[in-house]
């Protein structure tokens, strides 16, 4: 099985957003939400996801986790795009959602194990790309920034289940 199926299929429990997709009111969030709404993870096409490349931080908590496995598939099949340097961005565990609708809640303690195994999993595969750097301080910070969120994927993994020693 490859990667990819392996991403998408770590999330098969993730609902369909029922509300609007971006919760802002703006010109942007209104063409992110023509693009993707009523998408399934599986069904956007390439080019939309090339446009919407850096887009995930708009979506409302729901539909991020929802279309999350469409990035992910796009990026580890794309390792040099921009969407995947966004996505490493985007990713950052410190990062949250304010305001009342989603409340303070770290992106990463959304998904469930399983997800962010996949995720962590999909991160691990991202850094062979800042092996072979041109810029060596930008390799450095996004080797140093994906490694960070790998763990955080991680440690929440483990802090948010019974302990299963390993
Ligand atoms: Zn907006």
Redesign the pocket.
């Given at each position: 099985m490859s990667k990819l199926g392996d991403i998408i299929l770590a999330f098969p429990d993730a609902p369909a957003p029922s509300d609007r997709i971006?919760p802002?009111?703006?010109a942007?969030?209104d063409d992110i939400a023509r693009d993707l709404t009523d998408k399934t993870p599986r069904d956007i096409p390439g080019q939309v996801l090339q446009r919407r490349y850096d887009s995930l931080p708009?979506l409302s908590p729901a539909a991020w986790r929802y279309l999350l496995p469409a990035y992910l598939d796009y990026a580890a099949s794309n390792p040099e795009s921009e969407l995947a340097t966004m996505l490493i961005i985007n990713l950052d565990c410190e990062s949250s959602w304010g305001g009342e609708e989603a409340g303070t809640v770290p992106r990463c303690f959304l998904l469930s194990t399983t997800e962010r195994a996949a995720v962590a999993s999909c991160l691990a595969g991202f850094r062979s790309k800042w092996d072979e750097p041109e810029d060596a301080e930008q390799r450095d910070q996004i080797k140093d920034r994906v490694m960070k969120t790998q763990d955080c994927f991680r440690v929440s993994s483990d802090s948010k289940e019974e302990p299963n020693d390993v």
């Open positions: 971006t802002h009111d703006c942007e969030c708009l």
